[in-house]
């Protein structure tokens, strides 16, 4: 069974630009969660999708959006790039259920740089 | 909002010395997992806990969930240098709702051989 597939697996971009990251979730999950991870912050939750829904999200500004397509795959995007949003990217997906303890299952990371 | 902190933040052993990772929540908790990321590498699941007391093991790691379900460890025996990492709890409020995974700091640890 194929894991998560996150791409790009790393870019570069300079400020003010957008990025488009893109996440296949491992076959059969329907919940996507997306996660920004920087040396000072950790591991910061950005917002969950199951069903083409989102119905969690962290405290991030409105330049990080996502969606989630029909087939699960899901996308996060991030307009007008600053500096401090280098960070890796992490993808999980997991089997979705109310409240469940399902495990999440991460993927490799998008390493964005902004320069 | 939910609060997960762990302690310490980084730990530096001898190879064959004792680990001990905490977490603790400002919150209650429904669940507990842990992961461990390599350098370089991605958060990789490693347990769940689920109820009040709940003891696991692992070979040479030992999971504990607190009584209250608002904290956690994580306690490896006589580590090795593939022990390298970091290592994260992470945690799910009490809720009939859908909630995020809130992740822990994180508890970097160096095994010297």
């Known amino acids: 069974k194929a894991g998560v597939t996150q791409t790009p697996r790393y870019l570069i971009k300079t400020r003010g630009q957008q990025v488009t990251l893109s996440c296949s979730p491992i076959?059969?999950?329907?919940?996507v969660s997306w996660y920004q991870q920087t040396p000072g912050q950790g591991l910061q939750f950005l917002f969950e999708?199951?069903?083409?829904?989102?119905?969690n999200k962290g405290n991030f500004p409105g330049r990080f959006s996502g969606r989630q397509f029909s087939n699960s795959r899901s996308e996060m995007n991030v307009s007008t790039l600053e500096l401090g949003d280098s960070a890796l990217y992490l993808c999980a997906s997991s089997l979705a259920g109310r409240n469940s303890g399902n495990t999440i299952y991460f993927g490799e990371g998008s390493w964005l740089t902004v320069v | 909002g939910q609060q997960v902190m762990q302690i310490p933040q980084y730990q530096h052993v001898q190879e064959g010395e004792d680990f001990t990772t905490y977490c603790n929540s400002s919150?209650?908790?429904?669940?507990i997992q842990w992961y461990k990321q390599r350098p370089g590498g991605h958060p990789v699941f490693l347990i769940q806990l689920v109820k009040s007391g709940e003891v696991k093991k692992q070979k040479r790691l030992t999971f504990q969930f607190g009584e209250a379900k608002k904290n956690s460890s994580l306690h490896i025996t006589a580590t090795q240098t593939t022990d390298v990492g970091t290592y994260f709890c992470?945690?799910?409020?009490?809720?009939?709702?859908?909630?995020?995974?809130?992740f822990g700091t994180g508890t970097r640890l160096l095994v010297s051989p």
């Open positions: 919150t209650t908790l429904s669940n």
């Open positions: 992470a945690g799910r409020e009490m809720n009939t709702g859908f909630q995020k995974l809130v």
């Open positions: 076959s059969g999950h329907r919940s």
């Open positions: 999708y199951f069903s083409e829904t989102q119905r």
